[in-house]
């Protein structure tokens, strides 16, 4: 059987506006074969009190949603090219957005909204960072599969999330947000269509 190799060679360069989360320079990712990422990918909810450091997490951006290609589209695949899921990295210190476009995370919150995000999952607030994903349905133009293309979407971002933590020794589970989404689109400043769908805690497992 042949064994794929994941080569991750491009680099997440991520330019940092002044208020926004500080990115270090690019560097190359690990290189693993598709095979072993997903011998090693499972849920994991118990994490370790230590922080990702800055280069991982845009990595770990890049892997889920970030720009590939010149014509700007993604490492996820995304019905008709929607591109309808945006990224809200949640920390301690505030709610940053992963403007995969522009190469760039924002600061748009100050609060700590990850309570409102994970609800009873208390376990999801031991991760140094929670990745919400969100769908803006706009995108699908009025699409009456709007709701179905924008979980699909969320799926494959998912994946994308779960094989790169799978890879880098990281920990990570997908879990369904039991939230008040009125609360968290107020907290982002989001539009009623932009819905939340999955929320992904992300740290190095506990030993």
């Known amino acids: 059987m042949k064994r794929y190799v994941l080569t991750i060679g ?11 989360f500080n990115c270090a320079e690019a560097q190359s990712f690990n290189q693993t074969s598709v095979q072993k990422a997903l011998q090693d990918r499972h849920s ?5 009190d230590k922080q990702l450091s800055e280069q991982t997490l845009s990595n770990l951006l890049w892997a889920a949603n970030g720009v590939n290609r010149k014509d700007g589209r993604r490492t ?12 809200y990295v949640n920390k301690a210190d505030g709610v940053y957005h992963y403007a995969a476009a ?3 995370l924002v600061k748009v919150s100050s609060e700590d909204i990850r309570t409102i995000i994970v609800g009873r999952n208390q376990f999801a607030m031991k991760a140094p960072v929670v990745i ?11 699409n009456q599969n709007a709701d179905i293309l924008g979980a699909m979407d969320a799926g494959y971002v998912s ?6 933590c799978a890879a880098e020794g990281l920990g990570t589970v997908a879990c369904a947000p039991r939230m008040d989404a009125e609360k968290v689109q107020k907290a982002l400043r989001l539009s009623e269509n932009s819905i939340p769908l999955i929320y992904h805690p992300v740290g190095y497992p506990a030993e």
């Not at 996820?76 to 990224?87: F, Y």
């Not at 919400?132 to 009025?142: E, I, P, Q, Y």
């Not at 994946?159 to 790169?164: D, E, T």
Request: hydrophobic residues 50%; without cysteine.
């Open 10 to 20: 491009l680099t997440a360069a991520l330019t940092v506006l002044a208020s926004s």
């Open 44 to 48: 994991i909810r118990s994490y370790a």
């Open 76 to 87: 996820a695949p995304s019905a008709i090219n929607a591109q309808d899921i945006e990224l």
């Open 102 to 104: 522009d190469k760039k």
């Open 132 to 142: 919400l994903l969100v769908s803006d349905k706009a995108k699908f133009r009025g």
């Open 159 to 164: 994946q994308n999330i779960y094989l790169f």
